[in-house]
């Protein structure tokens, strides 16, 4: 017993040592502007959201008016893009989390969103990429050929991969910028998530009133035209901060290691977990290279994760110190998962708190 408790010290001795070798590597490398890029960020989202939601607003009366689809068609159309677009963030951020981080994947996103909304205002600037109109004193419209709904289409699937990447990027790019170890970085978070809303709210407004007016009133094709201006003027702003951002490297998606602990934990479903396991002394640890915050221990859901985390590297003894690490992660991911249950609660609730939700996740 009395080495085993050595044993134990000298392993949350190296773990601390480490953890304390690891900030300091990784503090030494990245510095933190905040502010000082915020007009760059902000004035990217900005422009960003009235340019995508200059578009998305007015699209069915633009469909049934300009190309003369029937309301089911031009509603399924929408319905369809939406749908696809909210799919296609998850592969997105998988995508962004594991492979090229989000700077690149926003830098790619903006530019593809903007030859999007370039493509839709194109076929109502050339009467040759939509339909003739429908003349008032005639009961029969000419409807698109299938080359105009080709190039409609490719617009479409151009905006669906820009929004893929833009949406689950944006808000954790702004985050990235602040250091999350002091209170002036802390502060400078929350004060952030004040001003993404509030831009998102402006971009409505000034949507819903004067660019739809435009489209409505004066020209589809200056009112598409102003959308895809402030797209562009969006990925100008981006590009400009270029050497001040802190671009944080892939490491990795959460999906991917939330998936292994359920798969265990389904493999693991009969074996007992002991009075007291030894890893949990290691819980503290958390490397500043790990995406997850520290979340206390708690016993909620204990037939759900019951298996000792531990187990899944080794099956006898005292693991090695590498292993004692990832064993740790995997606490800390074992209650990320409790807490993404308790999320999915407002999602199956009609309650205003659960559209709440849907609407925060579609900014």
């Not at 509603?75 to 989000?102: K, Q, W």
């Not at 209170?183 to 929350?190: A, L, P």
């Not at 009133?209 to 981006?238: D, E, K, N, R, T």
């Not at 990320?336 to 009609?350: F, H, L, T």
Request: proline letters at 5%; a positive charge; one cysteine or more.
């Amino acid at each position: 017993m009395g080495e085993s408790e050595t044993t134990m010290k000298k392993i949350e001795k190296e773990s601390f040592e480490m953890s304390e070798k690891h900030e300091i590597d990784d503090d030494s490398k990245l510095i933190y502007r905040g502010w000082k890029v915020m007009p760059y960020i902000i004035g990217n989202e900005t422009f960003e959201k009235l340019g995508a939601i200059g578009t998305l607003l007015n699209l069915l009366v633009y469909l049934t008016t300009v190309f003369n689809l029937n309301n089911v068609t031009a509603t399924n159309i929408i319905n369809i893009f939406n749908g696809s677009t909210n799919v296609a963030t998850l592969l997105g951020a998988f995508v962004s989390d594991t492979y090229f981080g989000r700077y690149n994947t926003l830098g790619f996103c903006i530019i593809t969103s903007f030859l999007g909304l370039l493509a839709i205002q194109l076929t109502a600037v050339f009467k040759n990429l939509h339909p003739p109109s429908c003349a008032k004193e005639s009961s029969t419209c000419i409807g698109p050929t299938a080359g105009q709904m080709t190039f409609l289409f490719s617009g479409f699937c151009l905006l669906l991969i820009g929004a893929s990447g833009i949406r689950p990027c944006n808000l954790a790019f702004g985050v990235d910028q602040f250091n999350p170890k002091t209170e002036s970085g802390k502060k400078g978070i929350n004060s952030f998530f004040n001003w993404y809303y509030f831009t998102f709210t402006f971009a409505q407004m000034i949507s819903l009133s004067l660019i739809v007016y435009v489209q409505s009133s004066v020209s589809w094709a200056i009112g598409l035209g102003i959308p895809a201006a402030l797209m562009l003027l969006a990925c100008v702003l981006f590009f400009m901060g270029d050497k001040l951002y802190v671009k944080v490297k892939p490491s990795g998606s959460p999906i991917k290691s939330i998936v292994q602990v359920l798969v265990v934990t389904v493999k693991k479903r009969r074996v007992k977990l002991p009075a007291q396991h030894p890893m949990l002394s290691l819980f503290d640890y958390v490397p500043s290279k790990c995406d997850y915050p520290k979340l206390p221990h708690t016993y909620q859901f204990r037939r759900l994760l019951s298996y000792p985390s531990g187990w899944i590297h080794t099956k006898c003894g005292f693991p090695s110190m590498e292993e004692s690490i990832l064993d740790q992660l995997n606490e800390e991911l074992k209650e990320k998962i409790k807490n993404d249950v308790y999320d999915m609660a407002p999602w199956k609730s009609p309650s205003p708190d659960g559209y709440r939700v849907g609407f925060y996740q579609n900014s």
